[in-house]
């Protein structure tokens, strides 16, 4: 069966989307700039995870990346062609503020202010992230995420940019993807900074949060224009792998830990009483100081939702036992099976990500959310001028943004959809060998080729502002 035939495209949804809904791509600093040691950059914890043997596949590092420090003006015009209305990019804060505190390195903000202006130059909205995932050095030696200062270091670092650049960005995001800061960097050891502690986690999503919530107030305080202010989640379903008590409690901790830990202190004004309980049972409480949570509520603007698949959660361990060694529960995730799956072995679940955005619009009524990444890693095959036809990718997209568009008939204000990602890039752990962009980079001359999923977005786009 061909990828094609088994997502088939609800393209009529895809064609009633409004005229206005954002259609765009996505990208983050460390990921595609390279330059880590130009114009005054200091290194950020992933520069230093980088080095870690073992922890990078193949010992890449993004040291280079896909030179896009040098080849900016190149790559939003490559977005023009590809009529992109919208970038998420991140702005790298070792690169703006050296070492996390103190002023700004002017040679570093000045990259993004000439960022900022071909973007808008080209008619393409810039979203611009505040953090994703380096963070200074400096400030990781100091105790990271897991310290509390770290939270009041980022609003400073926040109003910093906004100082230079907000008077032509008008959408903020925050913080992308806390979860993936705080679980996978501090508790399963396999993002940077490579730690391993459950309280040193939980803290870590509290300060996140804090983090979040002080440069929002600080943002909406020295504004001297309307924002959209957002931050940015990983999110997905927990169904239970079974019927049993057992799994359906495990799917219960599951959803706390691993998606109302993340909405409700933001959208609801605290932490749901049964994560407080579960955490409580492995000897862990989260750091709230007085004011905190209020902090933390300050309204948003928009929602970024980041969605790439669902697990199933299973209350027992290999051996049938529902408790660990030391007579705590068991949550285990496991893929549901029997789907197809992407490069990466992440299954594919497009009807997952409407049944998440109706979630959101009836448990946290009143948000509006954009989709701020979306896109899956396949083993790409260029021919010998490097074009891709990649078929599963462009069925992938395609399945997803009629998801979302099955999510807005049926009530979920959802305003738009990024893509992850324009460009193949430095993907974390897995290094260059796995490829989401729309556009293949040719790491070894820097060559950038639109894939066919590449003009698929162009030509959606462009049917859905009626400019086909
Ligand atoms: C998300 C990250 C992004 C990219 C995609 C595949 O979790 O935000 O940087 O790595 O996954």
């Keep these: 069966m061909s990828a094609d035939a088994r997502f088939p ?8 989307l409004p005229p206005d809904f954002r259609i765009g791509a996505a990208t983050s600093a460390y990921q595609i700039e390279g330059a880590v040691a130009e114009d005054g950059r200091t290194p950020s914890i992933w520069d230093t995870f980088c080095r870690v043997p073992g922890a990078i596949d193949n010992g890449d590092t993004g040291d280079t990346a896909c030179d896009h420090y040098h080849r900016m003006p190149e790559d939003v015009a490559l ?21 996390g505190r103190g002023p700004a390195n002017p040679k570093g903000l000045a990259f993004y202010d000439r960022l900022v202006d071909a973007l808008l130059d080209h008619g ?9 995932w380096d963070l200074p050095q400096e400030l990781q030696d100091a105790g990271g995420w897991p310290a509390r200062d770290t939270a009041h270091r980022f609003a400073d670092y926040a109003a910093l940019v906004h100082d230079r650049l907000g008077d032509r960005v008008t959408h903020w995001t925050t913080l992308n993807e806390p979860f993936c800061s705080a679980v996978l960097g501090h508790v399963e050891g396999v993002h940077a900074p490579g730690g391993r502690s459950l309280a040193d986690g939980v803290a870590a999503v509290h300060h996140l949060h804090l983090a979040h919530g002080l440069a929002a107030r600080r943002l909406r305080a020295e504004a001297r224009r309307p924002l959209d202010l957002a931050v940015t989640h990983l999110l997905g379903t927990s169904a239970p792998a079974t019927d049993s008590p057992a799994d359906r409690e495990a799917a219960r901790r599951a959803d706390a830990f691993g998606f109302r830990f993340y909405l409700d202190p933001i959208l609801r004004g605290g932490y749901p009483d049964d994560l407080i309980a579960d955490l409580a049972a492995h000897g862990v409480e989260i750091p709230v100081h007085d004011g905190d949570l209020a902090a933390i509520a300050t309204p948003i603007d928009t929602l970024g939702v980041n969605y790439y698949r669902s697990m199933r959660s299973s209350g027992t361990d290999q051996h049938g036992s529902t408790t660990d060694a030391q007579g705590r529960p068991v949550t285990r995730n496991l893929p549901h099976g029997g789907l197809p799956v992407t490069g990466l072995d992440w299954e594919v679940m497009p009807h997952d990500l409407t049944d998440l955005l109706l979630r959101i619009a009836r448990d946290y009524p009143g948000t509006p959310v954009v989709v701020t990444e979306n896109g899956a890693a396949y083993d790409d095959v260029p021919d010998a001028r490097g074009r891709v036809d990649d078929r599963d990718r462009t069925a992938y997209l395609s399945a997803h ?43 070894a001359t820097q060559t950038r080729t639109p894939k066919r999923s590449a003009h698929w977005l162009r030509d959606t786009a462009r049917r859905v502002r009626g400019t086909a």
């Design 124 to 132: 393409i909205t810039p979203w611009l992230t505040l953090y994703h």
């Design 9 to 16: 495209a609800d393209d009529a949804l895809i064609a009633r």
């Design 401 to 443: 943004l009629a998801a979302v568009a099955r999510a807005r008939e049926a009530g979920a204000d959802v305003r738009g959809y990024l893509a992850w990602s324009l460009l193949d890039n430095f993907e974390w752990a897995y290094g260059y060998a796995q490829r989401f962009g729309l556009v293949r980079v040719d790491y």
């Design 79 to 99: 977005m023009a062609d590809l009529g992109l209305d919208t970038y998420r990019f991140s702005v790298s804060w070792p690169r703006v503020q050296p070492g």
